[in-house]
Nanobody, 118 residues
Framework: QVQLVESGGGLVQAGGSLRLSCAAS????????MAWFRQAPGKERALVAW????????YYTDSVKGRFTISKDNAKNTVYLQMSSLKPEDTAVYYC???????????WGQGTQVTVSS
């Protein structure tokens, strides 16, 4: 089992920045990637970014490229999502997830709300 706890959400004006954190604990040795997803009201949960735990390869969905940065601190078992130039359309509940080599995300955090006002 892997436990994930997100923090760092909140209310910010458009153009502002927030940093989300996701602390992982438990049996993390089998984790291949860590990812951030988001779910806006009335929409399906969507992948925002991922990072591989060992090689630090990264992926970003097009809408956040150049504005969001995913990073990790292996010593702290923590993944971060630095969000800059935030837009109202970034408003969503953001979830951290731990993925296996198969690509399946088997463990999820409880989510943290990000609200961007115009």
């Amino acid at each position: 089992q892997v436990q994930l706890v997100e923090s760092g959400g909140g209310l910010v004006q458009a153009g502002g920045s927030l940093r989300l954190s996701c602390a992982a604990s438990g049996r993390t040795s089998g984790t291949y990637t860590m990812a951030w997803f988001r779910q806006a009201p009335g929409k399906e949960r969507a992948l925002v970014a991922w990072i591989t735990w060992r090689a630090s390869s990264t992926y970003y969905t097009d809408s956040v490229k150049g504005r969001f940065t995913i990073s990790k601190d292996n010593a702290k078992n923590t993944v971060y999502l630095q969000m800059s130039s935030l837009k109202p359309e970034d408003t969503a509940v953001y979830y951290c997830a731990a993925g296996a080599l198969s690509g399946a995300y088997n463990y999820w955090g409880q989510g943290t709300q990000v609200t961007v006002s115009s």
